[in-house]
């Protein structure tokens, strides 16, 4: 814990006040995206209140570096969002803190190794092609959707060895119920209790049911097969017969579905938006085909696709699935030579942090040669951090970087996506960003 040397007395500079007790959370609640973007340049620190909260903006990487890495064990998810989390995942990775995080952590770590990833590679390429195989030349697709189906069998692959094709669109439904019910609770300060069986409350448990029928029977078959292997449910199966503090069934069930929604739903929304991106900047599309040279990629030819990694990074700066995080202080703490009085929720956004012109100069334009010549490594810690950072960083950030680039990959050497013409997708701000409606792709032959 750092010492609080300065004067409590002061705290950094305050926003509108807006409305008596509810403070500017309607204006948020309004427009999260553009909230965070008109308060951008109010000062590294600047405090405001949601709803009786007190709660304290940071624009700096400097400020979230603060949060993040060196005073992290007094900054767990706050109430919020812990509520939110919970209600789908349960006590999961996501939303433990302190010793019960780090042990569930280093369980979990090995499946992601830097050894394992040849083969979720290769899991990768073979979903994307099994999709090329139900595509037609001109027959325009919903990319949202369809990623979401080919991140379910690469998730389900990599990380349960299992094979849930036949159960996609059943899965996507009941992960798009939960996810947007667990964006209710974030989002309405004085929620009706669980048991009150209203529509939403309804249909929130029986998409709930579904994912968890899915996830019990995934662990089932993995049971009766034995040999637990060094994929993520192996590793957790093997803990779970193990000494110490085994997992509950519960447990086991809590942290396989956090796992599969992270990753399946975060990775589909940036693959849709990518295949966006490139259909209305051809000329990018057109260079990245051009190293790919017409074969099909591996891990092993990663490094030598130089481009693609600067398309993905770019697309993740313009559209982050983690848009904005929120912690909140545990103890007394100072930031940036103000005071953060215990219970202050702290939070900032990606989404605006990616469009700081210092760093970005046109910040809206699609320009994957920027990343060229080591941009990442001259920037500040936090200017670019699509899967946040510090001890708990995602701990699939490079499982998610290598997929999005493989299947990238596969998908142009056989097409071209036309986006036509209209304006960018509507994204919405929930627990991660995704397309708010559809992303009408059209695939042409190369």
């Known amino acids: 814990m750092h010492a609080v040397t300065s004067d409590p007395a002061v705290l950094p500079p305050r926003l509108p006040s807006g409305l008596p007790w509810v403070g500017q959370g309607l204006e948020y609640r309004k427009d999260p995206l553009g909230f965070f973007l008109r308060y951008a340049g109010a000062g590294a620190v600047v405090r405001t209140r949601f709803v009786g909260t007190a709660v304290y903006l940071l624009n700096t990487s400097e400020a979230i570096e603060h949060v993040l890495v060196k005073n992290f064990r007094n900054y767990p998810k706050d109430a919020f969002q812990k509520r939110a989390l919970e209600a789908v995942v349960g006590q999961g990775l996501f939303t433990s803190h302190g010793d019960v995080w780090m042990r569930r952590r280093r369980m979990m770590q ?130 779970q017969a193990g ?36 259909a209305r900047h051809p000329e990018a599309e057109a260079a990245l085909r051009r190293e790919l040279g017409g074969r099909e990629p591996t891990v092993a030819d990663l490094p030598s696709l130089p481009y693609c990694e600067q398309v993905v990074k770019e697309s993740l700066r313009l559209y982050p699935p983690a848009w904005g995080m929120s912690r909140v202080a545990e103890a007394d703490d100072r930031m940036d030579g103000v005071h953060v009085p215990a219970g202050t929720v702290v939070a900032w956004s990606q989404w605006a942090l990616h469009r700081d012109a210092r760093h970005f100069p046109e910040p809206e334009a699609f320009r994957p040669e920027r990343w060229a010549d080591g941009l990442e490594r001259r920037l500040p810690r936090f200017a670019w951090c699509p899967f946040g950072g510090g001890p708990r960083l995602c701990i699939g950030a490079g499982s998610a970087l290598m997929v999005i680039r493989l299947v990238l990959a596969t998908l142009l050497q056989r097409f071209h996506f036309d986006a036509g013409p209209g304006p960018a997708p509507e994204v919405l701000p929930a627990i991660t960003l995704r397309p708010k409606g559809g992303i009408p792709l059209t695939p042409r032959a190369v």
Request: net charge negative.
């Open 110 to 239: 090995p499946a992601f190794h830097k050894h394992l990833l040849a083969a979720h590679g290769s899991v990768a390429v073979r979903a994307a092609n099994t999709w090329l195989e139900s595509r037609r030349e001109g027959e325009a697709f919903n990319a949202y959707p369809e990623m979401m189906a080919l991140t379910l069998d690469v998730v389900a692959g990599t990380l349960f060895g299992a094979d849930l094709s036949a159960r996609a669109r059943e899965l996507g439904r009941a992960m798009e119920a939960v996810m947007l019910h667990a964006q209710f609770l974030f989002d309405t300060p004085l929620p009706l209790p669980a048991w009150v069986p209203t529509p939403g409350q309804r249909r929130f448990q029986a998409a709930l049911r579904t994912l968890h029928a899915v996830v019990d029977d995934v662990v089932e078959v993995r049971r009766r097969q034995g040999g637990p292997g060094d994929d993520l449910l192996g590793l957790l199966l093997e803990a």
């Open 243 to 278: 000494e110490g503090e085994p997992l509950t069934d519960a447990q086991l069930r809590d942290e396989c579905l956090t796992l599969m929604i992270a990753g399946h739903e975060t990775t589909a929304a940036a693959l849709a938006l990518s295949l966006w991106l490139l």
